[in-house]
């Protein structure tokens, strides 16, 4: 009978264990079931915000894209960029042609250089003639000198011829002087007519020598005349020419500062519109991208939501099934808890009369240890008497 109320004991206790598991394992489903359905509620919440968000954004850049250049604008940049490249190129042969006329202007210039030592050779060639004049002018001056010392040997000459001719007439008219004087005239007068004769000729080389050295002289004189006016033309042609080269250069040099801040500007034109289109074409690019990112985004979102929304219709039937079986289980939880109660009032009187029979068993025990003891010690009464009986045998 014990044994039986023991039993009834353990399984009301683990009856109990087991409707409190349940308990805790459905408050815990539910708990779950409820963060899952409020989780997924929130999800559902954000994905319809970034749907809204990209639907609004997707409206904009379609906007920003109907704003932005068509085709046909794209088409007008890029024929203006055409026509400024070509353009540019015009320019660009322009400037060739141009640097070889300057690099032909230089070529002139160096001739014009080299010119400039004929126009040294022709100043030393004048130089030359005044020289030969001032020798020319030397030579007529000291002609002029000789003449006149021959004037004046002439003279006296002459004047001795009167003399000597005096002389004669004295000597002839017994005034004179002896034979030997006569003799010693005669000797002096032949003396001075071959002093006369030796004068003139020498007079008459000289002045041989001196027009044939004046006649050389008037011909290089003649000749550097000559190639002086030759040399002053050809020095007027140059200067001309150069003259004409530099107003060439300087109109060339004009051109070209013309030729350099048209192409200037042109290329700083040219770059600003290479650059504006390459800019706008690099933005129409990325918006256009950047909107089918978008739509593929939000075609990803719509079957994502549509996804969720199958999903969260799938979890709000399984809460709903989940509800039912917890409805349920509640129903059997309060049976049960009614079958514990029932039981734990069994339980209660099984433990009273188990408590009672426990104080009988203590009190049992404690009268079986006191016989045990007691036993004991007469075993031990009895041990003691039987070894003296033994000593005693022993002894007689």
Same mark, same amino acid.
């Given at each position: 009978?014990?044994?039986? $109320? ?16 349940? !308990? ?27 749907? *809204? ?17 068509? #085709? +046909? ?37 160096? !001739?014009?250089?080299? *010119? ?18 001032? #020798? ?50 005669? !000797? ?5 007519? @071959? ?23 008037? #011909? !290089? ?5 000559? #190639? ?26 004009? *051109? ?5 801040? @048209?192409?200037?500007?042109? &290329? ?18 990325? &918006? ?12 990803? /979102? ?11 219709? &799938? ?13 349920? +289980? ?33 009190? /049992? ?6 016989? $045990? ?9 009895? $041990? ?13």
């Amino acid at each position: 009978m014990l044994l039986l $109320n023991w039993s009834g004991a353990e399984d009301a206790l683990v009856l109990k264990q087991e409707l409190v598991s349940v !308990q805790r394992a459905m408050d815990q489903l539910t708990l779950e079931r409820e963060v899952e359905r409020d989780k997924l509620k929130a999800e559902n919440a954000l994905l319809m915000e970034q749907s *809204r968000a990209y639907r609004e954004e997707k409206a904009s850049l379609e906007e920003a894209l109907l704003r932005a250049p068509r #085709q +046909e604008e794209i088409d007008s940049l890029r024929a203006a960029l055409d026509d400024r490249s070509s353009s540019s190129g015009a320019l660009q042969q322009a400037l060739q042609q141009h640097m070889v006329e300057v690099k032909e202007l230089r070529g002139t210039l160096k !001739q014009r250089e080299s *010119r400039d030592g004929f126009k040294t050779e022709a100043w030393e060639k004048q130089m030359k003639v005044e020289e030969l004049t001032r #020798q020319l002018e030397a030579r007529e001056s000291k002609m002029s000198d000789q003449e006149e010392e021959l004037t004046k040997i002439k003279e006296s000459l002459v004047r001795l011829e009167a003399e000597r001719a005096e002389l004669y007439a004295k000597i002839e008219s017994g005034e004179g002087a002896s034979t030997l004087a006569m003799q010693q005239l005669t !000797q002096e007068n032949a003396s001075l007519q @071959d002093q006369v004769l030796a004068l003139e000729k020498a007079s008459e080389r000289a002045s041989q020598e001196h027009d044939a050295k004046v006649e050389s002289l008037h #011909q !290089q004189l003649q000749e550097s005349k000559t #190639q002086l006016q030759a040399a002053m033309g050809e020095q007027q042609k140059l200067e001309k020419c150069c003259r004409d080269l530099e107003e060439s250069q300087t109109s060339s040099r004009s *051109r070209e500062h013309k030729l350099e801040e @048209d192409l200037k500007r042109m &290329s700083e034109s040219l770059s600003a519109a290479e650059a504006t289109s390459a800019t706008r074409l690099s933005e129409l690019e990325k &918006s256009k991208a950047k909107l089918e990112e978008y739509a593929k985004e939000a075609s990803q /979102l719509a079957e994502k939501v549509q996804l969720l929304t199958s999903e969260l219709h &799938s979890k709000r039937g399984e809460c709903s099934d989940l509800e039912s079986g917890l409805a349920e +289980e509640k129903q059997r939880v309060a049976r049960a808890e009614s079958k514990s109660a029932s039981l734990e009032d069994k339980l209660g009187a099984k433990c009273q009369a188990l408590a009672t029979m426990t104080a009988e068993k203590q009190t /049992l025990q404690l009268k079986v240890e006191e016989a $045990n003891k007691r036993l004991s010690e007469a075993r031990t009464s009895a $041990n003691k008497v039987s070894s003296g009986v033994a000593l005693l045998g022993t002894q007689n």
